[in-house]
């Protein structure tokens, strides 16, 4: 390999390719020895290691699938099928909506603590009560604990509908119940009607209910 040297007189910046060979020269001429081929390890321990590294890698990858995201209430999209809800009322019995197909359904959250939700109550009590026979089916979701049953159920004595303990302020694909009340509206098709996140305010009246029910009750499907 040619190592050439500076020019005797050389200043200007141009001159210093000539001090040392280049990079790429001393590469051509360098040559790293192959690493040699390592064949596997037939003893019982690198056999017990190679299976805690795969379950290892299994585990990781099914604790991802088990950590993904599910349906959010920002996924809720009206005119789209609504996700179903099951109510367990006061007296044992389990509504689901996905059995309510033909009628129109209002599921409301609420709670004994919840002073608009008590106002609200009666008057969509009367209304279910006056639409029944056309096919209106209220659902009464109570985010109340276990420990205030009793007030509960002095509520619920004077509702038209079926109530029930919610038990967790999550509810798939609602997401979590921030605020009291909310309502959700399903079409006779199982169709989300009317997002309660969406509204504002919240609280049912009666202008509403005849904006936003009615039409859906004359419709025959």
Not at 3 to 15: E, H, I, L, N, V
Not at 18 to 30: D, G, H, K, V, Y
Not at 107 to 117: N, S
Not at 168 to 176: E, L
Request: aromatic share 6%; charged share 20%; with cysteine.
């Amino acid at each position: 390999m040619n190592f050439g040297t500076r020019q005797a007189g050389g200043s200007g910046p141009g001159d210093n390719h000539n001090l040392l060979p280049s990079i790429t020269e001393m590469a051509r001429e360098f040559r790293f020895p192959r690493a040699a081929a390592r064949r596997p390890d037939p003893s019982p321990d690198a056999q017990r290691r190679a299976l805690l590294r795969g379950a290892v890698a299994i585990g990781i990858a099914g604790a991802g699938a088990l950590c993904a995201p599910p349906a959010r209430a920002n996924d809720l999209k009206t005119g789209q099928p609504a996700p179903p809800l099951v109510l367990h009322t006061l007296d044992g019995r389990s509504i689901a909506t996905r059995d309510l197909l033909g009628q129109v359904v209002i599921a409301t959250f609420w709670a004994t603590w919840c002073v608009p939700c008590r106002e609200e109550l009666p008057l969509l009590s009367a209304y279910a009560t006056r639409h029944a026979s056309q096919g209106l089916q209220v659902l009464g979701f109570s985010l109340d604990e276990a420990q205030n049953l009793p007030k509960v159920r002095a509520v619920a004595a004077g509702l038209s509908f079926p109530v029930g303990l919610l038990e967790s302020p999550w509810v798939p694909a609602y997401g979590r119940i921030w605020r009291l009340p909310v309502s959700f509206v399903i079409d006779r098709a199982g169709r989300l009607a009317d997002n309660g996140w969406d509204a504002d305010p919240p609280e049912w009246t009666a202008q509403r209910l005849q904006r936003v029910v009615d039409p859906l009750l004359a419709r025959s499907g």
